[in-house]
């Protein structure tokens, strides 16, 4: 993630509500889509902005969101872009709700994020059916399922608890187990019904394999019987990868965003590690990879898991080149 500039010229981070040092108002501009201080009388000061802009709803009502909407012409409170995608929220009458719900927000924001820095076009996620999302605690009747089926991406509740995360982690022998992870994944199983469904299946089956041989209910359960194969460090980014082909695309999109927001980060904050402009496949890999020894040394100095914990085999690399290739069909159209 960038960092971006306020009027008083601190540093603004994706996460900031107000400026630290000058105490005006900040957040998230959906009219020119970064984050910028807001003045007193509601405007952006974002560079070339200046658009009259309101709080998001679930700002003002929750404190869950820091983004700002355009203001609307009847003083209606709207939502945001990013809050819009939400269509259940969980029972904001519960404060341990408001809290898992508001870092669920984040991190829905930062994967919106991720796809303006991919350039992946809005309309191709608001077709029908649309991409939104469902944040949902348990209850004694019913165990939420994290998932995807049908453009809706439904999330557990219990997954924005650490205590809670880092068990299933241990569970799953998973290096990580993070919001946006699961955000990424998920919507690698949208991505897969929006781009390659009915459009792009034997280019897909080439490379992950047959996704209808065998039928994903069977090949889960045999992954969840048998475990992964011996040899998926050669052939996969994970283990779970390896469980059926729809995993594996989930699980290698998750992967190639992750190094595209590690690089973007880096080309803000360190641009001595790695090249100018977003590159090929191939170069941003090396780049990421590079990079990867250092930042993995630096966590492991702090005793923390590894950043870049993944080894790409050659196998992989064509996998993470389709994912790019999906990507930069837009780009080359705009
Ligand atoms: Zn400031
Ligand atoms: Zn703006
Ligand atoms: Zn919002
Ligand atoms: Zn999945």
Request: proline share 6%; charged share 20%.
């Amino acid at each position: 993630m960038q960092t971006f500039a306020c009027q008083c010229g601190a540093t603004l981070f994706f996460g900031n509500r107000k400026c630290v040092a000058c105490g005006c108002d900040a957040g998230w501009c959906d009219v020119c889509r970064r984050m910028t201080a807001v003045s007193s009388d509601g405007h952006c000061l974002g560079p070339g902005c200046g658009a009259a802009v309101a709080p998001c709803g679930n700002r003002l009502a929750y404190d869950v969101c820091n983004a700002f909407v355009p203001q609307s012409a009847t003083g209606e409170t709207i939502r945001c872009r990013s809050c819009q995608l939400t269509s259940v929220a969980p029972d904001a009458g519960d404060p341990q709700n408001v809290h898992r719900w508001r870092l669920l927000e984040a991190a829905k924001r930062r994967l919106l994020y991720d796809f303006q820095t991919v350039g992946y076009p809005d309309a191709q996620l608001t077709a029908a059916p649309p991409l939104t999302f469902r944040f949902l605690a348990d209850t004694p009747e019913k165990h939420v399922i994290t998932g995807h089926a049908d453009g809706v991406i439904t999330i557990n509740l219990a997954e924005a608890d650490p205590v809670h995360r880092e068990t299933a982690r241990q569970q799953f022998g998973e290096p990580q187990r993070t919001l946006i992870g699961h955000m990424r994944h998920e919507t690698g199983h949208f991505i897969w019904m929006r781009e390659i469904e009915g459009q792009r299946e034997d280019q897909s089956a080439s490379v992950f394999g047959d996704h209808a041989n065998p039928a994903y209910g069977d090949a889960m359960k045999t992954y969840y019987d048998h475990g992964p194969a011996a040899d998926w460090p050669a052939r996969f980014i994970s283990k779970y990868a390896s469980s059926h082909p729809w995993e594996d695309f989930a699980e290698s999109f998750a992967f190639y965003l992750d190094m595209r927001s590690v690089l973007d980060t880096l080309r803000c904050q360190a641009p001595q590690l790695v090249g100018a402009g977003a590159g090929d496949l191939p170069t941003m890999l090396k780049s990421f990879q590079e990079a990867g020894v250092a930042l993995n040394e630096v966590n492991r100095s702090l005793g923390l898991t590894d950043l870049v914990p993944e080894v790409v085999p050659p196998a992989v690399v064509a996998k993470l080149q389709f994912v790019h290739d999906l990507f930069q069909r837009y780009v080359a159209a705009t």
